[in-house]
């Protein structure tokens, strides 16, 4: 039969020329905006990364982990490690972050792999815990209270000096810069990989593992080797994102690094508020999470207590989140994966 | 000719129950092959065992001239056994075409690109053709008893098996899918099919087993093992 199979919309080639504008904007931004507004982005682009990665496993894998933090600890740690005892330039070890946290969750995959529905979540965060404590224990990068990267170090970063010559910026708002280029560029990768992941054969595989982990088996789907191949993925890549995120902060202690509520609650919070399983529901969750972030992260508790009220609500009366609000009214999809099938008019 | 299927004193016990109790079988290449039997009795097990979804006890399972006792369901499926499940199993979140794109690409170990146009065929032949872009989760029962088989039938099976198929469905619906199943088996596919409506079954099988608390009490020509004491008695409350 005369046939042919597409995933684009009007919508995604819309949306295609919007990205690409976004990115060039999102390229310029320093040279407009104010630091506070560059500081924002960074925390904007970080959290995405980490709600996307999330998003990638859980949404799409049906892995439901709670052991992120393990992978943003440890590649913010490796990275520290890099600097302060090998002496490499903090923008290069970042690399070694990545490597670091691909390390840590082949065991963890071991681990937690044997276990299923709440205990793989249980399983991750233990392992996340036990990383924890072990890297707590590391004197030369302080321990249980941390360290910081010393002045002359973050000084000394590549592209500092340029960045703060063509700004004419102090050196800690071109480190800003610098952070931020780099989360975008990041960024764009992360979410990039995802969206050729889940269109290639792989992405067919994943959702149907996700759909039914049996009947995936049995059209010959090797589940296996597709939920170890995005959980070491998502791994790495989590662990380039803590890495990023301390290079940025240039200080770090186990609590904070390996904080289970920053880490994964959060993220989980941005996830499930913008829309499980699907690219754009990650992008409105980080979003609607900055704006209640700016707002409300003065009253403490009780600022979790109204994000956990928030989530609950829209667990139950949008289950696929707020994204999945609009697709269900509108039929949008800036991201689509969906193959259709299209026939020749007769 | 060649068998596709041979079972060898294969047994299965779910703690102290029997499910599958020294079960032999040969298939050669063609055959069609009907299973009945009450409620409980194994079938879909046997099928299990069959696709590795399950592995036996003791036994042997051999496709295709190939151990494959041990093997994986993954495996199987790329040597060409296809199956459906009794409760369909569809991928609710995808689509009907998606489906069989999946069930294609993988089953076969081909690239997408190669067996799309063989599933809009498969489509059009089950009549799933006009919801090929509706997503699975959203079909009649009718509707996912047809991708259980299309999904089966896109992998490329040399060995498909049905397990209850045409269960649950009208009159005419089971006729529409009995004479797709009859023209797959008229191509040379190896077919076995348990069922419960055996006018159905009678229409396309050549042997008939019939199975009870996991051991084969029957096999042969339908006509032969239908007018036999012991199945008749089994059926009477099942089909007058
Ligand atoms: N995975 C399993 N674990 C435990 N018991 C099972 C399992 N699968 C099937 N059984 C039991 O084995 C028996 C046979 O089941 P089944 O093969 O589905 O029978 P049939 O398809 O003939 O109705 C039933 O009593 C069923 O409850
Ligand atoms: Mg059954």
């Not at chain 1, 709600?51 to 490796?78: E, H």
């Not at chain 1, 071991?110 to 036990?130: D, K, M, N, Q, S």
Request: with cysteine; glycine share 10%; charged share 15%.
């Amino acid at each position: 039969m005369q046939a042919h199979v597409t995933t684009r919309t009007r919508a995604s080639t819309i949306a295609a020329f919007a990205a690409i504008a976004l990115i060039l904007i999102g390229f310029a931004l320093p040279a407009f905006a104010s630091r506070v507004m560059i500081q924002d982005m960074f925390f904007i682009l970080t959290m995405l990364m980490l709600a996307q990665l999330w998003n990638l496993i859980a949404g799409y894998g049906g892995m439901v982990s709670v052991g992120q933090q393990a992978f943003v600890g440890i590649g913010a740690y490796a990275m520290f490690g890099g600097v302060l005892i090998w002496g490499w330039d903090p923008v290069a070890a970042i690399i070694l972050g990545g490597f670091a946290a691909l390390a840590l969750s082949v065991p963890m995959a071991f681990f937690a792999f044997r276990l299923h529905g709440a205990y793989f979540a249980i399983g991750t965060w233990v392992v996340a815990e036990v990383t924890r404590l072990l890297v707590a224990q590391w004197r030369a990068l302080g321990g249980g209270t941390g360290t910081s990267l010393p002045r002359h170090v973050t000084a000394n970063i590549w592209g500092v000096d340029w960045v703060a010559d063509l700004f004419d910026v102090r050196q800690a708002a071109a480190r800003d810069i610098l952070a931020y280029w780099l989360a975008l560029a990041l960024c764009i990768l992360t979410i990039g990989a995802i969206y050729w992941l889940l269109r290639s054969r792989t992405g067919l595989a994943l959702a149907a593992v996700r759909d039914n982990d049996e009947a995936a088996r049995s059209v010959g789907v090797d589940a296996r080797r597709v939920k170890w191949m995005v959980f070491l993925a998502a791994g790495f890549m989590t662990g380039l994102v803590g890495a990023l995120i301390y290079m940025q902060t240039a200080r770090i202690s186990p609590d904070a690094a390996f904080s289970v509520t920053t880490w994964t609650a959060y993220v989980i919070f941005i996830v499930v508020i913008g829309g499980i399983g699907r690219l754009e529901g990650p992008i409105l969750g980080v979003l609607v999470f900055w704006g209640l972030q700016s707002a409300f992260a003065d009253y403490g508790s009780w600022y979790l207590f109204a994000l956990g009220v928030i989530a609950i609500v829209v667990m139950i009366f949008a289950p696929r989140g707020l994204w999945g609000l609009v697709a269900d009214r509108t039929g949008l999809a800036l991201f689509p994966v969906q193959r259709r099938l299209i026939l020749p008019e007769r | 000719m060649e068998n596709v299927l041979v079972l060898e004193n294969v047994k299965k016990a779910f703690g102290a129950l029997k499910v599958t109790d020294d079960v032999s079988l040969t298939v050669p290449r063609g055959q069609a092959l009907g299973i009945i039997g009450p409620n409980g009795a194994g079938k879909s097990t046997l099928f299990n065992l069959i696709t590795g979804n399950i592995l036996p006890d003791a036994g042997r399972v051999v496709l295709m001239g190939q151990d494959v006792t041990r093997a994986p369901a993954m495996k199987r499926v790329r040597m060409g056994v296809g199956r459906s499940f009794q409760i369909p199993q569809p991928f609710g979140g995808m689509t009907v075409f998606e489906n069989l794109l999946t069930a294609a690409a993988f089953g076969r170990g081909l690239p997408e690109g190669q067996v799309s146009e063989d599933c809009a065929d498969i489509l059009l032949r089950i009549g799933l053709l006009p919801r090929a872009n509706q997503l699975a989760g959203s079909l009649s029962l009718l509707d996912r008893k047809r991708l259980e088989l299309g999904r089966a039938m896109a992998t490329a099976p040399h060995l498909l098996l049905l397990d209850e198929i045409a269960g649950g469905l009208t009159e005419a619906e089971c006729h529409a899918l009995t004479d797709t199943i009859r023209a797959l088996h008229g191509e040379g596919i190896t077919i076995i099919w348990i069922e419960h409506v055996l006018h159905a079954l009678n229409a396309v099988v050549e042997r008939l087993l019939v199975l009870d608390f996991g051991r084969v009490i029957g096999l042969g020509a339908p006509d032969a093992i239908m007018a036999s004491k012991e199945v008749r008695e089994i059926y009477l409350g099942i089909e007058a």
